[in-house]
């Protein structure tokens, strides 16, 4: 193997005097699922919005590597602050002033990292596999005059779009749903929607926050062999929240530990199980009584 | 409910007393103080009878409500409102599809009819405009999810480019139906810009400013829009051939040319037609526009701009890409106008008139066109119809609204969302 997917070296956020995540290191190798873990309130939420460009971190570097070769700055993706230097090297002024203006979390998105949310993001009015072609939006031929004339390129794009919405949803086991509006899933069903949706804009590497919160026992045994599905037929990266340790540990092989906005253990599952520190981590919070390492 | 309850007559009572005191104080100053010479009277008889059917109204709905049958219908009531959106059944043609034909040829055939009766024919013509005015603003308000309300500095806009274009560069109808566009989108662009990272009351207040900043740019630069005087606006014309008695130098009259007699109606009926041939584009593209990726995305983000950021799709554009879209409309609706005017100035672009065109989108159910479309209708030329109750216009349009937010929250027709299956099954 080549470079980590994901390389996450000195990562510090602050939101005004509170520092959520403090000098944060830590690699996603390229094929592999890694989890994130550690109590309510460790900032594990808050580093996959770093990750997936909807905070800008106030330090550190985040680098990206979908593809062998291919590497992204997500800060610099977001658009920079201008720098002193900027105002007498016009090539590098304009380079930010055009990220500052079209940069953003979509850019981060669009480089191939894509995501589920902890309390479900799905567009609950629109039905299951609309909400799958918003995802393929910029696959699509957007141009509305393309589309009021239904031109073939518009048609060939839109079949393609429903073909690939179909085959997620058949992934997912979501089929019998796809007429059906978002909202109005049931629960297990709405979260395994969001992850068929994250997938359908073609991602490297999917980042998945809390995929098991809500959901039984026997729903959760089906995740966790689609999110094994995901990577060893699709190849794709996985990184994920998760509080069901059960389920952390069987399926990742890679898992880092949080703790106050620090990385207090990373290591395989055998690693994390017997570390003191992390067990010390977690019974010392009152209401985590699910944990059994 | 199974086990039956008592009917609390004393809670029924209390309410009933209390919306009758209410109906007193709003009734008592309308329709009961009248003025005779130059003296106030007080006709306290009217507001009394109002009060007391009111009373009377509110405390048999209030018993009602507590029988079987009441509790019955009202939970029926609230199990239609949570769902205002459903999905289209089969491929089959539902019966908005099957009017469509039944609509065209009316909407061509009413000119026509309508021949004799001028007033008619520009009532119906003021009803299409704002059919046209509403389609724009549901882009942005019901698709998108943009409170605008300042949607009426747009439409103002495209009037004045018809006078002003007339006046100072020759230009005429069709030329600036084209440029109001243009120009439109461009406007809705700079307005675009400094209220992207806004939502919900913030925005609305943000575009309420744009509206005024607008018209009283139009109100006071006299030197070039004429200020509140205003300024003349021409008619369309049919290659060249002018619907006016006499023609400018050099033209020609259309009854002239047909060898027809002068009717002062051609005038309207011709804009009628153009404008009802303008508006069909105008429904056929927003039909489409639910299918395509732009519409699509107009959507998501009303529904969600993070999980939309997420998937790859740069909000800034979209968002800006149906302000412009909005505008465009707006600005065409404005060159109607001001043709059927034949004359603009500032006081028919105030606030009520943007207040107008939401109430429109609101009450067709934010999104559905059929209900824009008719809610358009309704609302232009219901009044006209009411014309002997006049004063009670507000009064009436209040008591609608009331009434639509307690049975219809989602406005008059439900959205109907497409269907998509595979292509082999
Ligand atoms: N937008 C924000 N503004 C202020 N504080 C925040 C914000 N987002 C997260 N935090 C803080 O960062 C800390 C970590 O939160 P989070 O990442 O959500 O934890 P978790 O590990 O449970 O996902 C919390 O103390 C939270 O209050
Ligand atoms: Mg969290």
């Known amino acids: 193997m080549s470079e980590a997917m994901l390389k996450v070296s000195g990562l ?50 985040l680098t990206l590597h979908p593809q062998a070769g291919q590497s992204y700055n997500i800060p610099k993706l977001l658009g920079e602050p201008f720098q002193a230097a900027d105002f007498i090297n016009p090539v590098a002024f304009g380079r930010r002033l055009y990220y500052k203006m079209f940069g953003g979390s979509h850019r981060v998105a669009n480089a191939g990292v894509s995501r589920t949310f902890q309390n479900i993001r799905l567009f609950r009015e629109m039905t299951a596999v609309e909400n799958l072609l918003v995802a393929q939006h910029i696959h699509m031929v957007r141009n509305p005059l393309a589309g009021v004339f239904k031109t073939k390129r518009f048609r060939e794009a839109e079949e393609r779009a429903v073909e690939r919405a179909y085959f997620w949803l058949d992934a997912l086991n979501l089929r019998d749903d796809a007429n059906r509006l978002a909202g109005g899933l049931p629960y297990g069903r709405q979260r ?37 599905m995901l990577r060893d037929k699709h190849g794709v990266t996985v990184l994920l929240i998760e509080h069901d340790m059960s389920l952390v540990m069987k399926i990742s092989e890679h898992i880092v530990v949080l703790d106050h906005g620090e990385v207090i253990c990373a290591g395989g599952p055998d690693k994390i199980a017997n570390d003191p520190q992390v067990i010390a981590a977690y019974l010392g919070v009152a209401d985590e009584d699910e944990v059994n390492l | 409910m199974t086990q039956t309850r008592g009917i609390d007559y004393g809670h029924a009572v209390r309410d009933a007393v209390l919306a009758g005191m209410v109906a007193l104080l709003v009734f008592g100053p309308i329709t009961g103080l009248q003025l005779s010479g130059y003296e106030v009277v007080a ?21 009602w409500v507590q029988t079987e049958a009441g509790e019955r219908s009202l939970a029926r009531m609230r ?14 043609k539902n019966w908005q599809q099957k009017l469509v034909p039944f609509a065209l040829i009316g909407g061509l055939a009413l000119p026509f009819i309508l021949m004799d009766n ?20 549901n882009i942005v308000v019901g698709l998108a999810g943009l409170l605008d309300l300042g949607y009426a500095a747009f439409y103002a806009v495209g009037a004045y480019v018809l006078a002003m274009g007339a006046q ?9 139906l084209v440029l109001a566009m243009v120009f439109g989108a461009l406007l809705g662009m700079l307005l675009g810009f400094p209220v992207l990272r806004m939502h919900g009351d913030y925005l609305a207040i943000v575009t309420l400013g744009f509206h005024e900043i607008i018209r009283l740019i139009l109100t006071n630069w006299v030197s070039f829009t004429g200020g509140p005087n205003g300024a ?19 033209g020609q009259p259309f009854h002239e040319f047909f060898g027809i007699d002068y009717s002062a109606s051609y005038q309207y009926m011709f804009v009628y037609l153009i404008l009802f041939l303008f508006v069909v584009a105008a429904i056929v593209f927003c039909v489409r526009l639910r299918q395509m990726p732009m519409g699509r995305a107009w959507e998501a983000l009303r529904e969600d701009e993070i999980a939309c950021r997420s998937l790859g799709i740069n909000h800034v554009t979209v968002k800006l890409s149906a302000f412009m879209m909005g505008a465009m409309f707006a600005g065409a609706a404005g060159v109607f106008f001001a043709t059927y005017q034949g004359f603009v100035n500032p006081t028919s672009f105030t606030f009520i008139e943007s207040a107008m065109i939401l109430a429109i989108v609101v009450l067709g159910g934010l999104g559905s066109i059929t209900g824009v479309v008719i809610a358009a209708l309704v609302l232009i030329m219901l009044p006209e119809v009411l014309r002997d109750f006049a004063s009670y216009r507000v009064l009436a349009f209040g008591i609608v609204m009331v009434l639509m937010m307690i049975w219809r929250p989602r406005g008059l027709m439900h959205i109907v969302r497409p269907r998509f299956t595979e292509k082999g099954a």
């Open chain 1, 12 to 61: 510090t956020m602050r939101f005004g005097g509170i520092r959520a995540l403090n000098d944060i290191s830590f690699e996603v190798q390229r094929g592999s699922i890694s989890a994130l873990i550690g109590p309510n309130g460790a900032g594990k939420t808050t580093v996959f919005n770093c990750v997936t460009g909807f905070y800008k971190a106030t330090e550190g570097a």
């Open chain 2, 232 to 250: 003349s606006a021409p008619l369309p014309t049919l290659f060249g051939l002018e619907f006016s008695r006499r023609a400018k130098q050099g």
């Open chain 1, 192 to 228: 395994r929607l969001e992850i068929a949706r994250a997938m359908c804009t073609g991602p490297k590497m999917i980042c998945l926050d809390e995929p098991a919160a809500g959901l039984n026992p026997s729903e959760t045994a089906e995740l966790a062999e689609m999110i094994r």
């Open chain 2, 79 to 92: 199990a239609k409102r949570s769902g205002g959106v459903t999905v289209a059944e089969g491929k089959g």
């Open chain 2, 118 to 137: 001028r007033y008619w024919l520009t009532v119906v013509l003021l009803a299409l405009i704002y059919v046209l005015l509403g389609l724009g603003l």
């Open chain 2, 43 to 63: 006709r306290m008889q009217w507001p009394l009878l109002f009060a007391g059917i009111v009373t009377l109204g509110r405390f048999c709905m209030a018993v």
């Open chain 2, 168 to 176: 100072y560069w020759d230009m005429g109808f069709w030329g600036a």
